[in-house]
């Protein structure tokens, strides 16, 4: 198809290929309807690329092949797979096992991500690559994800990504590629559209008819090419159809259809397995073809037409003639084509194509395809395809022939569509599996699944008490499991809110025992029972034993049971709960640690959050920053659902009003988040922060004593000292009193130095005279042995608030001077003004915080900046922070100049870490 006109789109495809050769990666989405023009514009592009020595890979997207793991990243990446070696081992074995090329267990995806990443970034070390995706709505889930986020993080490389989409109209998932830099290519101009025309048909149009045709294109490219050819030559001479009511690129596709019907029986046939097996190898073709008693004399009136080209591969003219050619058959032809192709296909060097053929010769029903299928699903699950699984599955479900296998393979499949997040469907699948006939075991997991898709999709109320109902019927079946729905019901209880929470603790009073020894998520639970139905004093102790066997667990250990780490999370917000600094630091770091080794893109934002939180309560603010921002990052890059509770405690800590209330209000108008709801409470407790931080103590006391309502014992824990130092600063002192009560039953119950100086530092703020001192030594005396060093400046400061009032000027200032430079230096910028306004009344002026040279860094180069200082390299860290090296060293680059700099050894003496 010749490039006319697109001036603009021939000055984006250059700037794409300036910049690849420039070293700053491009990437380009093209957009538009069948036949517009992009297949023509990506040829367009891999000739100037290629003249200009580009090395150019490819992959397009076929709707038959959609559902094969990974299918079209193997397609891009076969080619590249001679520079493997230079990958970390980790991502060599991910890209091994995706591709089924090695046995192991099942990459995350984003983990292949970053493998590919890489391998562009190894491969265009020697020379500019281009990499061109063409109808990339017909990609396999897998394949669409990786290369959105290879998309997202490409950077400083020398690679230039071309994605070729269709209109969202005409079929396929786009979802994946939102937000990447997009051009749409819409219609010839009137001008290009005549010279187009004039090109295709050179003999003299009627001016009526050339009007005509190319107000009925209405500038489509391939549409000018194809309605000159389907009209009869009556019609060219001296009129033309009305406009069809149709769809312009389904129009298209009806000449093409026309076309191919018009040719002889054994050529539509030939035409029908080429259409039919989508990996354009001739070979299998041809041995389909001799199934069919096909001879390859077959293929030149199709030829002729112009409607395919058959070499070494199988190239139709447009995707569209495929397309064409596969509607207008007969459901009996296509049978015996795939049927064919099946028979062609070998079953150990392929045996899913072969089980996909299959499944398209069958008519009815049968059980060995959907055993075939089965093991299919088994397959693309072992190499990280979850969502292939699903599609194996589901069509496994439809050719069963006994309800009980229907209804089983059903119930995975839906599982399968949960797991790969598309929890709608998997409610269809549902409802299939529960026709039935299912099994107590199956019933049970059925009626937990549907609860966590609900929970899932709407936060439902009624999702919990789902839960519970389901573990009760489980109990007798499989005690972990149902010892695991007790928790996740009374976490999402928890997370909902009301009074909920402990009615489902009181619930999973009855559950089965724990085995021997039991695992750290039976402790969890146990834990958490205990406290919500006999008091925080009768379950801290369970508690810390549940937490200490998560951080004790042995990870190298080959019976340590990984289903353990998805409660890490969990575990770290519950030593919150207790008040204990080691374990809060100890379990966030190692979420964290565990999710960068495995590659868990899809789980490291939330670890990374939590670790910010704590970063926060450490007094390393800029650290907390940074983390934050790393997973606000990779949420956009994976496209994963964006969490704020990092955000929102940071801002409220450093004293930033306007965007504290700013998330505050989104979270209060998000209907996914109940009022009583754990994410109303997070965003109470960062409010009652602010306000004690701005001096706001009524404000502060109203908001804090909401957060302490909630079920989420971190929140609790966090709060009370909020609603203690707002009640006593608001005049409250009988609320001020029976908070600092529960801190000192909960300091009692933990004995933790963070706990007992919390409520030295509560009982201080109630006291007078001698007494009040002896607390505020006692509090400041055991935060130094806390991490938490937010609560030790904050300590400094209400102390010396107190000997100001008591007219020891010289001993406040020492104290609000010591408060001064640890907040002002944490970036505690609220809590540090408060501490300046208190000096200032002493007769001292504060001193101004000096400028640290990383102050001119962003939140991304402090970061690499502190890893390098560790003595990491290059691709360490890149594969530590899911980069390419070539983009660290870019940063690096920036970090040096900004810095006045000129190694490595030099950050190591700003003592970054």
Known sequence: MKLVGRRAEREAVEDLLEGARAARSRVLVVRGEAGIGKTALLEHTRAIATASGFRVESSVGIESESQFAFGGLHQLCLPLMDHLDALPPPQQAALNVA???????????????????????????????????????????????????????????????????????????????????????DGLSLRDARELLADVVPTPLDERVRERIIAEARGNPLALLELPRSAS???????????????????????????????????????????????????????????????????????AAELVMIDARVRFRHPLVRSAVYRAA???????????????????????????????????????????????????????????????????????????DRARRALEAALAKHEAGA?????????????????????????????????????????????????????????????????????????????????IAEAALTAPAAGTPPRPVDRLLDGLVATLTGGFAAGAPKLRRALEAFRDSPHEDRLHDPDDDRWLWLAGRNAVAILDDELVY???????????????????????????????????????????????????????????????????WCGDEAETTALSAVTAQDPAHPDEGTDASLARYAMSVLHNGLGNYAAARDAASRACESHELSLSSAGLPEFVEACVRSNDPARAEAAADEIDARADATGTAWAIGLAARSRALMSVGPSAEAHYR??????????????????????????????????????????????????????????????????????????????????????????????????????QLFLSPRTIEAHLRNIFRKLGITSRRHLKDLRLT
């Open 233 to 303: 030559p009556a019609r060219l001479a001296g009129g033309f159809a009305l406009p069809d009511t149709m769809g312009l690129p389904r129009r298209i596709e009806d000449m093409f259809r026309l076309r191919s019907v018009s040719l002889p029986a054994e050529t539509q046939l030939l035409l029908l397995v080429a259409a039919a097996e989508p990996t354009g190898d001739a070979e299998l073709l041809w041995r389909a073809a001799g199934e069919l008693g096909i001879a390859p004399e077959s293929a030149e009136p199709a030829e």
């Open 586 to 652: 100890v379990l966030a770091s190692r979420n964290v640690q565990l999710a960068r080794a495995a590659g868990a893109l899809a789980t490291l934002p939330a670890a990374l959050s939590f670790l910010s939180i704590t970063s926060v309560l450490m007094g390393e603010l800029a650290r907390a920053g940074e983390l934050a921002a790393e997973a606000k990052a990779i949420t956009r890059d994976t496209g994963g659902v964006h969490l704020r509770h990092a955000h929102i405690i940071l801002s409220a």
């Open 330 to 404: 007969s459901p009996p032809d296509r049978r015996r084509a795939h049927r064919a192709l099946a028979a062609a296909t070998d079953p150990r060097l392929d045996p899913d194509r072969r089980a996909w053929h299959s499944a398209q010769a069958v008519r009815g029903v049968d059980e060995s395809v959907a055993a075939q299928l089965e093991h299919s699903a088994g397959r693309a699950r072992a190499r990280g395809g979850v969502a292939a699984a699903a599609a194996f599955l589901q069509q496994a479900a439809d050719l069963s022939p006994e309800p009980a």
């Open 778 to 879: 006692e509090a400041i005396e055991r935060l130094r042995d806390c991490r938490m060093t937010v609560y030790l400046a904050r300590t400094h400061l209400v102390y010396g608030e107190w000997l100001r009032r008591e007219g020891r000027r010289q001993d406040a200032r020492e104290q609000l001077r010591t408060a001064h430079q640890m907040l002002s230096d944490m970036g505690a910028g609220a809590f540090a003004a408060r501490a300046a306004r208190e000096l200032r009344a002493t007769g001292e002026h504060p001193r101004k915080r000096l400028a640290q040279p990383t102050d001119v860094l962003t939140a991304q180069e402090l970061q690499i900046a502190r890893v390098v200082a560790t003595g990491a390299t290059s691709r360490e860290v890149a594969a």
């Open 423 to 503: 929890s709608e469907a998997a409610l269809q699948l549902l409802a299939v599996a529960r026709v039935g006939p299912l099994d107590s075991l199956q019933q049970g997991r059925s009626d937990l699944l549907d609860a966590q898709i609900r929970f899932h999709l709407s936060r439902d109320l009624d999702s919990p008490g789902m839960m519970v109902a389901a573990a009760g019927s489980l109990a007798p079946l499989d005690g972990a499991l149902a010892r695991e729905t007790y928790l996740h019901a009374l976490d999402a209880a928890i997370i909902n809110g009301g009074g909920e929470a402990v009615r």
């Open 99 to 185: 591709f089924g090329q090695q046995a192991g267990p099942a990459p995350d995806r984003f983990l292949v991500g970053l493998a590919v990443l890489n391998l562009l970034a190894e491969v265009a070390e020697d020379g500019p690559l281009l990499c061109l995706v063409d109808d990339a709505q017909w990609q396999d889930e897998g394949t669409a994800q990786v290369l959105a986020f290879v998309a997202r993080r490409l950077a400083a490389e020398r690679v230039a990504l071309l994605i070729l989409l269709r209109d969202p109209s005409d079929g396929g998932d786009v979802s994946s590629f939102e937000g990447l830099p997009e051009l749409r290519l």
